[in-house]
């Protein structure tokens, strides 16, 4: 008993600790990744017998997603810091006769949802914006593969290529391209399918990295897609090796939005320096 309290702790805390320092997704992201997206109140609220965790019942007033949609839905949290003793600034919790909005999700086969980082909210307190309301009417509707996503956006696995990249680096690690500073960078940007295929390499411009010169390309998900730059054409030969190396990775890992099976089509951006005796690559 001792060491599932512990776990049950561990895996709240862990949880917590990590939604608190994230950044909160777009509506549209968590929708498209939540099991169930739904308006209800708090008919009940129990705690278990060590006050560790309570369990509250949510009587469902409205579904926007779900499946069979049940008329209750149950989730267990963690308690308040005067039951179990903890307090951190990411702290939250639920209470009776509570209405809230609700994005819940499967985390290690339980449902469950989030406060911080989390467009869930006890609706009163923070109110339903007039742009989230459009989403939540036509989340069902939203075609993820229809939108390319960046590697920028930090929501997302940092998928990398399926073959070993470094040993192919390694042929190239004694070349030299000179010492000028210009021949020991190069950015690289890619895009890539949802299925994990690559799509394209080119060189990265001052342009790809500028979030403004992404287009919206709607008004209902406020979402942006990145805009096709003109190519640049490689001025060194460190530049028209690395460009020729990436160009021919064809398959990758798939990229998914973070603690989902959701996969996205991807823009990433490469940077890779020459540095004594190596070549090194960060994604």
């Known amino acids: ?66 499946n069979n949609n049940p008329t209750e839905l149950k989730f267990t949290l963690k308690s308040e810091g ?15 006769n509570e209405n809230w909005l609700v994005y819940a999700y499967y985390w290690k086969d339980k449902l469950t949802f989030g406060y911080y980082c989390s467009n869930s909210k006890p609706i009163g307190k923070r109110i339903i914006s007039e742009r989230e309301q459009k989403i939540l009417d036509n989340g069902n509707e939203f075609k993820i593969d229809k939108y390319t996503f960046t590697n920028l956006d930090g929501h997302f696995t940092n998928a990398k290529p399926k073959i070993n990249l470094d040993s192919i680096l390694n042929n190239y690690k004694n070349k030299n391209y000179g010492e000028k500073y210009k021949e020991n960078r190069v950015d690289i940007v890619v895009d890539i399918d949802r299925k994990g295929n690559l799509i394209s390499a080119n060189l990265t411009s001052k342009e790809h990295m500028n979030i403004e010169n992404n287009e919206v390309i709607d008004s209902i998900y406020n979402l942006n897609k990145p805009k096709n730059i003109e190519i640049r054409k490689p001025k060194t030969n460190f530049e028209i090796d690395i460009l020729k190396i990436v160009k021919d990775l064809k398959v990758w890992e798939r990229t998914f939005i973070e603690g989902t099976k959701t996969s996205v089509r991807i823009r990433k951006f490469l940077q890779f320096y020459k540095k004594p005796n190596e070549i090194k690559v960060y994604y």
Do not use: H, Q
């Open 1 to 66: 008993m001792k060491k599932t309290i512990i776990l049950v702790i561990f895996i709240f805390s862990f949880f917590k600790t990590n939604a608190c320092s994230c950044e909160t997704p777009k509506p549209i992201i968590e929708f498209e990744s939540s099991e169930f997206v739904f308006e209800g109140k708090v008919i009940s609220k129990v705690y278990a017998k060590d006050s560790l965790t309570y369990t509250i019942t949510f009587k469902v007033s409205k579904y926007y997603k779900g």
């Open 82 to 96: 005067k039951y179990t003793g903890e307090w951190t600034s990411c702290d939250w919790n639920v209470n009776k």
